[in-house]
């Protein structure tokens, strides 16, 4: 998302961030509401989640 090296952009995270909920949501919605890629939100999810900001769920689902 426009970061070197392959890096995910800080502000393409918080866009991500700011698209979850407790309840749970797909992560092809959290890509098509932000007109990216599925990969990239995937990998924005997974940095999300290593950091404590969201939990990856079963099915591609995330929540917050």
């Known amino acids: 998302a426009g970061a070197p090296?392959?890096?995910?952009d800080p502000a393409f995270l918080d866009?991500?961030?700011?698209?979850l909920s407790?309840?749970?949501?797909p992560r092809?919605?959290?890509a098509r509401a932000l007109n990216a890629p599925v990969a990239e939100?995937?990998?924005?999810?997974?940095?999300?989640s290593?950091?404590?900001r969201a939990?990856?769920?079963p099915g591609g689902l995330a929540s917050t």
């Open 55 to 57: 939990s990856l769920l």
């Open 22 to 25: 407790p309840t749970p949501t």
């Open 15 to 19: 866009r991500v961030a700011a698209l």
């Open 5 to 8: 090296d392959g890096e995910l």
């Open 28 to 30: 092809d919605e959290i």
């Open 41 to 48: 939100v995937a990998a924005a999810l997974l940095e999300l």
């Open 50 to 52: 290593l950091i404590g």
